[in-house]
């Protein structure tokens, strides 16, 4: 016994099909920039003419733009020369916190004919924070008689950089003794 399928049941797997190469054919390509955050504004963070293989007619014509999945607009076109760049100051810490990636997803779009592409920019951290201790003063009562390399705990300190750029230890220059970061 054999199953035939009715005109309905082709025909709503012709439009799936349509569909899914239409989609399949307007999303090309995802790129990937990283940049250390804190950017002056105007700086560039790529040249997408380069990467996307348009001419600068072609990304003045077919009006190349680009739109945050974040909602602010940390990045424009510069249809002049085919770059991506900073619009303004990007905080990594505010913006990711203490997450040890922040990747802000981009979508970069092309008119005539549409075509998406899908951007990454990830955002390095600096080491722009200090770390900050909970007390301002600490006062320890070091014998005379206590080796070069002895020890002691001291209160964590507070720092909003992540990986390599925050606090792991802290060495006492004026008495060169190594102090390890930890509670009392």
Known sequence: MTKTIGYRGWRWKAVWWQRFFLLWTTIEAQTRYSIPEELSPGSVVGNLAKDLGLSLAEIFDRKLRVASEAGEQFFSVDAGKGELVVNDRIDREALCGQSASCVLPLQLVIENPLHLHRL??????????????????LSLKIAESAAVGTRFLLETAEDLDVGVNSVNCYICLWCQLELLGGDF
């Open 120 to 137: 990454e920019v990830e955002i390095k951290d600096i080491n722009d924070n200090s770390p900050v201790f909970q007390a301002k003063e």
